[in-house]
């Protein structure tokens, strides 16, 4: 049976991007002995410029199918606005995954001394199906002129979902969690929370737990990012902490992400966006979606060996081989030639035994 994957390049950066993860996926079927059936769909701004549509009805066709037949994920690019929160909310992909680790030949780029930085590996789990994003919205006209507002919401179930595979990957990792809230400030969301944290905490003992106002986990990621394992947070907090956590290492370009539902179908892309001020150019950096086909291998397929390979690969390249905004002082390479040293340096493994 193949592995099939449903491409959706996207606009800006995006399909510069998406054309290395492509790459790379296509080398490691090749080097670990898979089947890859690929398809590609235009979506996003592009897409809805050309027919009215950010998706088309056959692409989310093609997901229907997927999800329900199972061996099928979704590489995304990136877009302005749709169709990502859509994809999100159809599929009920709430489990947002973004692995964020700091490279030794790359500390020169950090904002952080390398005493500081080095040796981080944290897991931002983010919800992603709800919170202000999917808020009731309402406005009106009133004394203080127009008001506008968006409802933060959070169920128990969703709290309950997202902190249990946010233990469970803690369990896998360091045995250590940690909760961004802010309790102070929006008591009655984050007592929901609490709710459900509290029995989880006794049911997962083995992990460490503590707990952080939002506004200091951003102080403290700053201070000693190396200290932290797993971080749980609500959909905003998550989606600003892991872009901070990102320019810690150095560049946002360098982080992939997951986006899970509970069938275990899921859509990999890169935690950045389109980039419109350097798209174009062959200058973006794929290794947010190029580390986002290495967590595809993992999650959609479990190929360890594939993941490995691709990480491995990646590590080894970057010290020689980097993109603009990776490459200090250092000369750089194009978003293609990246690319094809992570791809050539798979094969060189591959051949080597
Ligand atoms: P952005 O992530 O596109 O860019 C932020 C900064 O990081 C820019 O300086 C950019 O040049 C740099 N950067 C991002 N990716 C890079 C890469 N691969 N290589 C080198 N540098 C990179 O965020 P921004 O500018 O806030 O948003 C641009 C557009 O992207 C907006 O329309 C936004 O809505 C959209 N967006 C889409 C997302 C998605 O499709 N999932 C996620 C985040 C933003
Ligand atoms: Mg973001």
């Known amino acids: 049976m193949p592995m099939n ?40 701004e592009g897409a809805f410029q050309e027919s009215g549509d950010y998706i088309s009805a056959e692409a989310l066709r093609a997901c229907d199918e997927g999800q329900a037949e199972g061996n099928t994920a979704i590489l995304f690019g990136a877009v302005p606005s749709e169709p990502i929160g859509l994809l999100r909310e159809r599929y009920d992909l709430y489990a947002n995954l973004r692995p964020v680790r700091s490279y030794p030949s790359l500390s020169s780029v950090s904002p952080l001394r390398p005493e500081v930085i080095d040796g981080t590996d944290l897991l931002v789990v983010r919800e992603l199906t709800s919170d202000v994003y999917y808020g009731k919205q309402r406005q009106g006209h009133g004394s203080g002129g127009e008001w506008a507002s968006q409802e933060m919401y959070y169920d128990e179930s969703q709290a309950r979902r997202i902190a249990t595979v946010a233990f469970e990957e803690a369990r896998r990792r360091r045995k250590r969690l940690t909760f961004a809230h802010k309790s102070n400030a929006i008591g009655p969301v984050f007592s929901v929370w609490w709710k459900v944290l509290t029995p989880l905490r006794e049911q997962y003992g083995d992990v460490v737990f503590d707990d952080f106002y939002v506004d200091n986990m951003a102080a403290q990621l700053c201070l000693r990012p190396a200290d932290f394992d797993v971080i749980l947070a609500p959909n905003l907090f998550g989606d600003i902490l892991s872009d901070l956590a990102g320019g810690l290492v150095g560049s946002l370009g360098l982080l992939p992400s997951a986006s899970l539902n509970d069938r275990g ?13 350097i798209a174009g150019k062959n200058i973006a950096n794929p290794l947010g979606s190029i580390l986002s086909v290495a967590m595809m291998c993992e999650h959609a397929f479990h190929r360890t060996d594939a993941r490995e390979l691709i990480e491995a690969a990646v590590l080894a390249t970057i010290p020689t081989c980097a993109t603009a905004d990776i490459s200090g002082s250092g000369p750089s390479v194009t978003t293609a030639e990246l690319g094809k040293a992570v791809t050539d340096h798979m094969r060189e493994t591959a051949a080597n035994g």
């Open 5 to 44: 994957v449903i491409v959706m390049p996207g606009d800006g950066i995006g399909p510069e991007v998406t054309r290395e993860g492509v790459r790379v996926l296509t080398a490691a079927a090749e080097i670990c002995g898979f089947e890859l059936e690929l398809r590609q769909f235009d979506v996003g």
């Open 265 to 277: 179908f899921g859509l990999y892309e890169p935690v950045s966006g389109t980039a419109p001020m």
